[in-house]
């Protein structure tokens, strides 16, 4: 099992910038991945950034604005956003995907808002 603490999130203007943080209970070297998602009011939850054995991967949306990190020490892996857009106002969500056996178990954090203003 891991628990996953969002935080970070908040109000700020267009071109502004913010780093959401995500603790998990264990440690980064015991999860297969982690990956940062988002969903903004009536849409689908989207995919933003994932890390695997420090290979990143990126929506198109967000290539060269958001950065995707572990600090594994601290197990907390990191969102840092910047160029912040209106359109990236939505509630995003720490995911850690863990392989063990024959299964493949999902765990989510609870979310933290970002608002971008104009």
């Known amino acids: 099992q891991v628990q996953l603490v969002e935080s970070g999130g908040g109000l700020v203007q267009a071109g502004g910038s913010l780093r959401l943080s995500c603790a998990a209970s264990?440690?980064?070297?015991?999860?297969?991945?982690m990956g940062w998602y988002r969903q903004a009011p009536g849409k689908q939850r989207e995919l933003v950034a994932t890390i695997t054995s420090g290979n990143t991967n990126y929506a198109d949306s967000v290539k060269g604005r958001f950065t995707i990190s572990v600090d594994n020490a601290k197990n907390t892996v990191y969102l840092q956003m910047n160029s912040l857009k209106l359109e990236d106002t939505a509630v995003y969500y720490c995911?850690?995907?863990?392989?063990?056996?024959?299964?493949?178990?999902?765990?989510w954090g609870q979310g933290t808002q970002v608002t971008v203003s104009s």
């Open positions: 264990r440690s980064i070297f015991s999860i297969n991945a």
């Open positions: 995911k850690a995907v863990v392989v063990s056996g024959p299964g493949v178990y999902d765990w």
